[in-house]
């Protein structure tokens, strides 16, 4: 399976925008760029998806290289509910393998 | 909330012994994931299901096992339990189980064995 490599942590201020950035270097043309994030004590939860273009949603924005080599989670302002660990992961098939993802932290 | 349930909520057990923890997926959802967290090895899919039938496996222990009912609720089943399969363990459900669905997480069965 094609790698993601996230920074371990982030801290952003409480509704303020937060970038959360994701290498994905070795993605294949069929891989889609997935955001799942994980609430504390709850099983993660989707976020967001996409394959070339930049996508939105309510809960963010999905920011895509030109080259798909990388790729941004953007909330828009964050609160104190979006204290999560944030996984960035790539899919070309049903199971979703996760990698260690980032930890945001929001300060009030 | 997903629309998984799971149950139990929490399961305390001792080595040796053998656990089912119960998985609903959402109404309509024919495919079910199990998935295993720990501490240390992050979250690991287990094994998949559509309709009845296995469809995927990924890091199953031999000594674990799954199946799905014709009412399309899970089940998972862990025998000869080690003190290492302490850990949360999450079902989650899709439409059809193909390949960009979005996977819905149930809230997880924390299992400690003591």
């Known amino acids: ?108 | 909330d997903s629309g998984v349930t799971q149950t139990p909520k929490h399961l305390i057990t001792a080595t040796g012994q053998r656990v089912t923890l119960r998985c609903s997926p959402r109404s309509g959802d024919l495919s079910v994931y199990w998935y295993q967290q720990s501490l240390d090895q992050g979250l690991q899919f287990l094994i998949q299901y559509y309709n009845g039938e296995e469809r995927a496996k990924g890091n199953i222990l031999e000594r674990f096992s799954a199946q799905q009912f014709p009412d399309l609720h899970s089940e998972l089943n862990l025998s000869s339990l080690e003190l290492g399969d302490s850990a949360l363990y999450f079902c989650a459900s899709s439409v059809v189980g193909a390949g960009q669905e979005t996977q819905y997480f149930g809230p997880g069965t924390r299992l400690l064995v003591l």
């Open chain 1, 1 to 108: 399976d094609a790698k993601t490599t996230q920074p371990n942590s982030m801290e952003s201020n409480e509704e303020e925008p937060v970038h959360l950035p994701c290498n994905h270097s070795t993605i294949s043309g069929t891989d889609y760029i997935h955001w799942y994030r994980q609430l504390p004590s709850q099983g993660p939860e989707y976020v967001i998806h996409g394959l070339t273009s930049n996508v939105n949603n309510r809960m963010a924005s999905l920011a895509i290289a030109e080259d798909r080599k990388s790729s941004t989670l953007i909330l828009h302002r964050a609160t104190l509910r979006d204290a999560a660990v944030y996984y960035c992961i790539l899919r070309d098939r049903q199971q979703i393998i996760f990698g260690k993802g980032t930890r945001l932290h929001i300060l009030p």
